[in-house]
C-alpha cells in the first residue's frame, strides 16, 4: 500500500518489478506457482517485467486483465477515475476484457484507454522513450485525458482536495508534461492558460469554477 504523495518500488519473487504510485495497493503471491505470474493492482504503477515465455505476467485491474511475456509498462487504474489506462513503452502487450473476453494488442508507442462508462477501448500514440524519462523524473504525463481525471491525480500526489463545479470543466481534455517539479498551483495554471477557469484555493482545498469572462 502507498499513501497520498507516497511511492515505492515493490521487487516481485520472479524478479520483476513494479513502482506504485501514491494512494495505490498491490497483491501478489509470495512466489508464483503454476503456469501464470498474477498480480492484483488498485490504483497505479509502472512495471518492468521480467522475460519467460512459458508463464506469462498478468495484471488484474479491476475489469481488465494485461497479460504480457516481458516488458515495461504504466497503467493507471484507480476506482474514482473514469478511465483505465495502459502505456506500453517497451514489447507487446494483450488488454483482455474479462466481462466479454474481448482483446487488444498493443505495441511500443500505444496507450490504451479503457472507458468504464461505455466499455469501449480508445487507442492512441506516444513517444516511448520520452513518456519514461518523465516518469524517471517524477514528472507528469498527461495524454488526451479529462481535467476530471487529472484533478484526482493532482490530489494523490499532493495531498490536496480539488473541487470542480462545472461538469463541461471537468470534461476537458489536455495534452501537456510536466517535467520541472511544478507545484499543483503551476499545473493548473497552465491548463488554465485560456483563463477560461477560475481557480480558488483556500489551504489543501482548491475550487474551480467557470471564469467570469467565459
Known amino acids: 500500500n502507498t499513501s497520498a504523495g507516497q511511492k515505492i518500488e515493490v521487487l516481485l519473487p520472479d524478479g520483476s518489478s513494479m513502482t506504485l504510485e501514491p ?9 508464483f506457482v503454476g503456469d501464470e505470474r498474477k498480480v492484483f493492482l488498485m490504483g497505479a504503477a509502472y512495471a518492468d517485467v521480467e522475460s519467460d515465455a512459458k508463464t506469462p505476467f ?6 481488465l ?27 507487446s502487450v494483450r488488454l483482455i476484457n474479462k466481462q466479454d473476453s474481448r482483446e487488444v494488442l498493443m505495441r511500443a508507442g ?17 513517444a516511448a522513450g520520452y513518456y519514461k524519462v518523465i516518469l ?5 504525463q498527461f495524454v488526451n ?16 482536495t480539488i473541487h470542480i463545479a462545472d461538469a463541461a470543466i471537468a470534461d ?11 507545484s499543483v498551483d503551476d499545473i493548473l495554471a497552465v491548463l488554465n ?5 477560475k481557480i480558488t484555493r483556500n489551504g489543501k482545498i482548491i475550487n474551480i469554477t467557470r471564469s467570469d469572462i467565459y
Do not use: W
Open 23 to 31: 494512494s495505490s495497493k498491490l497483491i501478489y503471491p509470495s512466489s
Open 58 to 63: 498478468i495484471v488484474s485491474v479491476g475489469a
Open 65 to 91: 486483465d494485461i497479460k504480457v511475456l516481458g516488458t515495461e509498462f504504466h497503467v493507471n487504474s484507480y476506482e474514482q477515475d473514469s478511465e483505465v489506462e495502459v502505456a506500453l513503452v517497451e514489447g
Open 110 to 126: 500505444d496507450i490504451v484507454c479503457y472507458d468504464k462508462a461505455t466499455s469501449n477501448f480508445i487507442r492512441k500514440n506516444f
Open 136 to 140: 524517471d523524473e517524477g514528472g507528469f
Open 145 to 160: 485525458q479529462r481535467l476530471g481525471d487529472i484533478a484526482s491525480c493532482l490530489e494523490r500526489h499532493f495531498g490536496v
Open 172 to 182: 476537458e481534455r489536455y495534452y501537456a508534461s510536466f517535467i520541472n517539479d511544478e
Open 193 to 197: 492558460a485560456r483563463n477560461f477557469m
